[in-house]
């Protein structure tokens, strides 16, 4: 996902000189590209997340349009104050990069991973919140964050995520995509876990279980009307993140179904109010917390058994 973010950001300030590539000592070779042919629309501050934020606001004030690019992490706890009073209490046009969310940055452990993010920054005003689920999407989320006027964050992964469309997707902020249609059980996923799902579901559907997957990639805003149809029309909703099931995708559609007077089944798969375990590649690491596709199967296969 790095190389399609920089490609795609290199799109954009090839045609607008007004957008200037914030970095903070984590860019990649073609971050360097674009600094030798851009160099006056290239900034790195070093391991300074604070006043990379805090410019990027002054640089908004001013017309330009910064793209924050750093560690997810960084952004959502360490400069979460300046990302609060810079930019979203003036509502400054800035576009925040998180790389690594989740636990993408699997090797390194919790203090690196990004699991409370979307609680943290979904309450924030004037905040709008993207979780891309494969390179061809964060590619579509790039573009339509700069052509959104307000302050935007997006959570990237940065460990192979893998390509779940076929041809180019249709992305517009605030609206769900349904991937896959099915009766019996209604799946919201969000970010590139969905990869895990899909194979979940090919283990229900093996079990005569039909399973509609729905890929929600705007957090906030969310497809509110979208979700309330989904929860009126199936039996049992599952919400499945690389998150915590606290204040997350999860608590986003519960909320959702009771402000609408609906009543649901929902099973809500994530971490449990925990920290993820164990270090390795990421396939690893969603293994040990059961947030694999194995795991998830099993999860929803009990869930609906017992419904029956």
């Known amino acids: 996902m790095q190389r399609v973010y920089a490609t795609t950001l290199y799109d954009i300030i090839k045609g607008d000189k007004n957008v200037v590539s914030c970095l903070s000592d984590s860019g990649t070779d073609y971050d360097e590209l674009i600094a030798r042919e851009f160099p006056k629309q290239v900034v790195n501050f070093g391991i300074s997340e604070n006043n990379q934020l805090a410019a990027a606001a002054g640089m908004a004030a001013n017309g330009k349009i910064p793209f924050v690019y750093t560690t997810s992490a960084f952004i ?3 400069s979460y104050e300046f990302l609060r009073d810079d930019i979203c209490l003036q509502n400054r046009n800035v576009k925040l990069i998180g790389m690594g969310t989740g636990v993408s940055w699997s090797t390194l452990g919790a203090t690196h991973h990004t699991t409370e993010d979307i ?11 993207l979780t891309p689920a494969s390179p ?17 964050y997006i959570r990237m992964g940065m460990s192979g995520e893998q390509e779940i469309y076929s041809e180019e997707c249709n992305f517009k902020i605030g609206k769900n995509v349904e991937f896959k249609d099915g009766k019996d059980i209604a799946v919201f996923s969000t970010g590139s876990i969905i990869s895990e799902v899909l194979k979940a579901a090919e283990l229900l559907e093996n079990d005569g279980i039909t399973v509609k997957i729905i890929n929600v990639h705007t957090l906030k805003p969310l497809d509110s009307r979208a979700v309330t149809e989904e929860c009126k029309s199936h039996n049992l909703i599952v919400t499945v993140e690389e998150h915590s099931t606290i204040n997350g995708l999860g608590t986003a ?9 609906i009543f649901i089944n929902l099973l809500k798969i994530g971490l ?23 795991s998830i199967y099993q999860k929803i296969k009990e869930r609906y ?3 029956k």
């Not at 609680?119 to 919140?129: C, I, Q, S, Y």
């Open 272 to 294: 449990n109010d925990c920290f993820a375990a164990g270090f390795g590649k990421k396939s690893d690491v969603l293994k040990l917390n059961k947030l694999d596709a194995e």
């Open 119 to 129: 609680g943290l920054l979904r309450a924030l005003p004037n905040l709008t919140v």
């Open 305 to 307: 058994d017992f419904l």
């Open 76 to 78: 959502a706890y360490r």
């Open 136 to 152: 061809k999407e964060l590619r579509a989320a790039v573009i339509a964050a700069y052509k959104h006027k307000g302050p935007v």
């Open 253 to 261: 559609v519960a909320d959702t179904a009771v402000e609408n007077g």
